[in-house]
């Protein structure tokens, strides 16, 4: 086997790059990082920012993004007690490299990738 083809075999089988490609595989996990961008913020908070997300929806991409090692929760000792959600390092890496890229990307490609997808819809099968 060549080195190319190791490599190749590498990235296909490697489960850092399924766990990876997983943290875009949920609708709403980049939104909620993307939100988190700027500082920590309280869950109604965050709700409002990101606006249509479920009450649900928004505690199952918290649960996921805290178990990947993205998302913190800070609970402060005060009465009434208040919680925060913030990005780890981890987080804030994936936020400030790949997502970034991805969001330039979007903004200079976004309207071929539109009009390809609407041409695709108007082609019969």
Do not use: N
Not at 78 to 92: I, W
Request: charged share 25%.
């Amino acid at each position: 086997m060549t080195d190319r083809e190791a490599h190749c075999y590498e990235l296909v089988a490697d489960c850092r790059l399924r766990a990876a490609t997983d943290l875009f595989a949920h609708t709403w996990d980049p939104v909620v990082l993307a939100a988190l961008r700027t500082g920590p913020r309280r869950r109604r908070a965050l709700r409002a920012d990101i606006g249509g997300i479920s009450d649900k929806v928004l505690t199952d991409t918290l649960h996921r993004l805290l178990a990947a090692g993205l998302v913190d929760r800070h609970a402060h000792a005060e009465a009434p007690p208040r919680v925060e959600y913030g990005l780890t390092s981890l987080g804030q890496s994936l936020v400030e490299g790949p997502m970034t890229a991805l969001g330039r990307w979007a903004v200079e490609h976004g309207d071929e990738l539109l009009e390809a997808q609407e041409s695709a819809a108007r082609t019969p099968g």
